[in-house]
């Protein structure tokens, strides 16, 4: 059987199936077309201007390797005339963070591009170990979530930068956005669908250039450009809610290989009808510390597969490769299927959505919709022995009057809290 030839160039073997719309391609061309959505995606965007110093969120991952290959390669084939440099954050997770952290120094030195690496140890006093010794394995993603938010953006000030780009991927906002839906919560799906997220409040803002590419296409990018990546899951990710919604969007998937891009489409377009006021009230999306933009980096609790999917998907690349005569092509089960479930059509009365006012916390300074933000909440929780502090949205527990025994340093300031004698 003769080989299938390259739906674009017609002369080379197809080695790639893309899985957003299962074109057949071959090496070049997949990596031509990958780097030119890319490059559209910036540019229809405008989501840099000359000179600009932009710090890529670095973990060692496929996700923010490819974004820092793709953006060197970019640049300098379009003469974008960006600064870039890399910052990762050390969570202190030991056999987890300290290798992937090795990855990303090896990248630093492949890509010449500073390095700059922010830890929690130095900015909460507390390590993500510490954390879980602590609270346990529950509900920590929560914890690493809005530390590492705060942690990107403390990072970007102490370099002097104002721009963070992310690799959040397209399964990683349809994943969000369906979380938010089966939750009804429509300022948060506001803010989360934006590529860019930014506010008044804060000098420093965040992009996604990967937004619109499909986590497996990146893994294929990874494969045939060789890149230098590290694929270990996060030892704390959980089976949680966001598992939920991305064994929904992979089902989905299967089905109709462009169900990834239209809820990502359907959540920009539901997103444009929540009023201002509702979403933030300001004409930037805002993004509050720890929401649902997702942490970056952090293994499968921020929309990376579990069970080792994509592992399993790089190492059947690598078989393929090695056996001649054999197409590298992804085969998905077309299963017939009946019609879906009909939308409902009922409506939630007498349900007010909150208001938000953004504003800075007391405590630390930082960006937030409430007097003192998650992290100074959790900060003091974790510092009281009492780390299960509810945090509802829009509303601030009342914290009973403690006495002041100890003091944890965040961002240059103290931030008091307290112990059991």
């Known amino acids: ?91 202190g997770i030991k056999g987890y963070r300290d290798d992937s952290l090795e990855t990303v120094k090896r990248n630093a030195l492949q890509y010449d591009m500073p390095l700059e690496i922010v830890g929690y140890d130095d900015l909460y006093g507390w390590t ?17 979530g809005v530390f590492r938010r705060q942690a990107l953006d403390r990072g970007a000030a102490r370099l002097g930068i104002t721009h963070v780009v992310t690799g959040h991927n397209a399964d990683d906002i349809a994943e969000t956005v369906m979380m938010n839906l089966l939750r009804g919560d429509l300022p948060r799906l506001a803010r989360a669908t934006s590529i860019v997220t930014a506010s008044s409040a804060s000098e420093i803002k965040r992009s996604k250039p990967l937004k619109y590419a499909y986590e497996k296409e990146i893994v294929l990018y990874a494969h045939h450009k060789g890149l230098d990546y590290f694929s270990t899951e996060c030892i704390y990710s959980p089976e949680a809610f966001r598992g939920s919604a991305r064994a929904l969007i992979k089902n989905l998937e299967k089905i109709r290989p462009s169900a990834i891009l239209d809820v990502v489409r359907s959540g920009e377009d539901m997103a444009r009808l929540v009023p201002d006021e509702v979403s933030g009230g300001d004409s930037s999306t805002v993004l509050l510390d720890g929401e649902a933009e997702g942490t970056g980096g ?52 007498g349900k007010k959505l909150p208001k938000q006012q953004i504003g800075q916390c007391t405590r630390c300074g930082y960006l937030s919709s409430q007097s003192i933000c998650k992290a100074c909440m959790l900060l003091e929780g974790l510092n009281k022995n ?30 008091i809290a307290s112990a059991e004698p």
């Open 1 to 91: 059987m003769a080989p299938t030839p390259c739906a674009l160039c017609h002369t080379s073997r197809a080695l790639v199936i893309r899985p957003k719309n299962h074109q057949k391609l071959c090496k070049a061309c997949f990596i031509s077309i990958f780097e030119t959505e890319i490059h559209n995606t910036i540019t229809t965007n405008t989501l840099f201007y000359p000179g600009e110093r932009i710090a890529i969120g670095a973990s060692g991952g496929k996700d923010s390797t490819v974004l820092a290959s793709v953006l060197k390669t970019l640049n300098e084939r379009y003469d974008y005339k960006l600064n870039l440099c890399l910052l990762s954050i050390d969570e």
């Open 128 to 144: 993500m170990d510490q954390v879980v010794e602590q609270i346990g394995k529950k509900g920590n993603c929560t914890y690493c």
């Open 298 to 349: 952090c293994g499968s609790s921020n929309g990376r597969s579990s069970g080792g999917e994509m592992a399993n998907m790089e190492k059947k690349l690598q078989e393929d490769e090695k056996a001649e005569g054999m197409e590298s092509e992804m085969k998905l089960n077309r299963t017939p299927r009946g019609e879906t479930n009909k939308e409902s059509g009922l409506r939630r009365k």
């Open 386 to 415: 009492r780390p299960k502090v509810e945090i509802n949205f829009g509303a601030v527990e009342e914290i009973e009057e403690i006495r002041p025994k100890l003091s944890g340093r965040m961002g240059g300031q103290n931030i």
